[in-house]
């Protein structure tokens, strides 16, 4: 296919568009919609599991130390594994305060209801991959100088199947509302189609060969997929932005994915999905015609 053939098959199709412009705004306003809702599902899924997996990473394992212990020592040995990120060693008096922080009170406050601190000195541990948390505080056990290993094991643990499964039911959602996506898009393209079923018939008359008739379809619904997915991003990063404003203003617990490397990679995500979703839309439904004539 040379350049003039290429050049040609664009302004036919530029042509088209034009000449059937309530077709094609039909077209691109369906292809919106359904691009819009994909695209909020997706963020919805994204951020539920980006949750998930934060605060099972914000989980840390607590290693007591007994009484004339070495505390350099144990984290040394500590820091020897590699599946240990971090350690913070932390006295008994910073543990009281950060205990009362957690409960509302002062550390005087809490302190004065107290006969003595029955905090010990301990060391806290982040892991690198929350999953070996279990191994990591079993090794610490053996630690000479260790009185106690503590760390949330059953909500860790509910997090990270939580974080999983969002992830699991996010695929299987997605594949599910793209079909879904797709079937509304071929759909009304091949509404489109059948519209215009003269002019391919005329086409045909003259020895147009089926590929010839399809590329302009083709690139019709590229067309419209490109237009899609760009109203639909205006949209859902607008409506986005405004959440995640609402939210850190309101909801200061809750943490959303935001940032502009992010809000670009989704957007060409998003006009990618819609170029695929019209060019294969068009390519199924010109295909089911052409079969049938």
């Known amino acids: 296919m040379n350049l003039s053939m290429v050049e040609f098959l664009l302004q036919q199709a530029w042509q088209s568009i034009r000449r059937n412009g309530l077709m094609s705004l039909a077209t691109s306003s369906n292809m919106t919609v359904a691009l819009l809702i994909l695209s909020a599902f997706l963020l919805a899924t994204i951020n539920l599991e980006h949750m998930a997996d934060v605060e099972a990473r914000k989980a840390n394992i607590t290693v007591d130390l007994a009484e004339g212990a070495d505390a350099g020592e ?6 020897g594994d590699m599946r240990v990120e971090e350690t913070r060693y932390r006295t008994r008096d910073q543990a009281l305060r950060e205990q009362a922080e957690a409960v509302g009170m002062s550390y005087e406050q809490l302190n004065a209801t107290l006969p003595e601190n029955p905090l010990p000195d301990s060391i806290v541990v982040k892991p690198v991959d929350p999953q070996d948390m279990a191994a990591i505080a079993q090794a610490a056990e053996k630690i000479e100088g260790v009185a ?5 094991e059953q909500i860790t643990g509910k997090l990270l199947i939580l974080a999983r499964g969002i992830r699991i039911a996010g695929v299987i959602s997605g594949v599910v509302m793209g079909a879904a996506t797709l079937l509304i898009v071929s759909t009304t393209i091949r509404l489109t189609i059948y519209a215009r079923r003269r002019e391919i018939r ?20 590229a067309f419209h997929g ?10 859902v990063l607008a409506s986005y932005s405004w959440a995640h404003g609402y939210v850190s203003e309101h909801l200061g617990f809750i943490e959303l994915i935001y940032s502009a490397r992010f809000a670009v990679l989704f957007a060409l995500g ?12 068009s390519i199924l439904g010109l295909h089911s015609y052409l079969r049938n004539v």
């Open 74 to 79: 144990v984290e040394a040995t500590l820091l």
């Open 148 to 152: 106690e290993v503590r760390y949330q």
């Open 202 to 221: 005329i086409m045909q008359l003259v020895g147009a060969t089926n590929w010839f008739i399809r590329l302009p379809f083709i690139l019709e619904g």
């Open 226 to 235: 490109v237009v899609g997915g760009a109203v639909s991003m205006v949209l």
């Open 270 to 281: 998003a006009i990618s999905c819609g170029t695929f979703f019209g060019v294969l839309g």
